[in-house]
């Protein structure tokens, strides 16, 4: 079974400039997750979707994060402009319904310099 | 608001078990205990859960106390590449979103 693909798996950018990562969710799953994970702590949580509406956007900075899920499979996440503090790693997750047992993908590492 | 209790840091000798311990006084009758792990540079992994029952799949058992105030995570025979973060979570499960703590650095020595 293909697990949750991501990519770019790595990505140096400077402050003020924007960057988007890419999710492949497994096959079927109908949620979405995007976590951030700052070095040292644990993931918190961006956004979720439920196929392709957002379920809880709550922690998302929404004047430089954006995300979507168009057809309710593939999403993008986009930092626009970025900041120093958004070096972290950017995980993707996926399960099959609504808060059951989430699918990790290998993450983004972000670092903005 | 931290739902869960967790030691920052454990050792644990290789082909021995490792006993990772929770605290979760608050928890509510619906609520779930679930365990994720975290090798380096790789996402959080699903690993077990339970409500009241004790649990055991291919990977690890979980106990937990009567009261449910308490669990333990048991990796029965550990090796080197259990060594990761291990994260307690309590959720009502179908109805709350994954929130991780901090959770305990796990160290298995050769």
């Known amino acids: 079974e293909a697990g949750v693909a991501q990519s770019p798996r790595y990505k140096i950018i400077e402050k003020r400039q924007s960057v988007a990562f890419w999710c492949n969710p497994i096959?079927?799953?109908?949620?979405l997750y995007w976590y951030q994970q700052i070095l040292g702590q644990g993931p918190k949580l961006l956004i979720q979707?439920?196929?392709?509406?957002?379920?809880?956007d709550s922690q998302l900075p929404k004047d430089r994060f954006s995300a979507e899920r168009l057809k309710g499979v593939d999403s993008t996440l986009k930092i626009q402009p970025a900041k120093l503090e958004d070096s972290a790693v950017y995980l993707c997750?996926?399960?099959?319904?609504?808060?059951?047992?989430?699918?990790f993908g290998q993450g983004t590492r972000l670092t903005v310099v | 608001d931290a739902k869960t209790t967790q030691p920052p840091s454990m050792d644990c000798a290789e082909g021995r078990a490792a006993n990772l311990p929770c605290n979760h006084s608050?928890?509510?009758?619906?609520?779930?205990v679930y365990w994720y792990r975290q090798i380096h540079s790789q996402g959080p992994q699903y690993i077990i859960h339970?409500?009241?029952n004790n649990e055991t799949n291919e990977m690890a058992s979980l106990i937990i106390t009567e009261d449910r105030k308490s669990s333990t995570l048991i990796l029965p025979h550990a090796t080197l590449r259990d060594t990761a973060v291990y994260y307690c979570i309590v959720i009502i499960q179908g109805a709350q979103k994954l929130v991780f703590g901090q959770g305990t650095r796990l160290t298995i020595n050769p």
């Open positions: 997750a996926s399960s099959l319904q609504l808060y059951t047992e989430a699918f």
């Open positions: 339970g409500l009241k």
């Open positions: 979707f439920q196929n392709n509406g957002v379920v809880d």
């Open positions: 608050t928890i509510s009758g619906n609520e779930y």
């Open positions: 096959s079927g799953h109908a949620t």
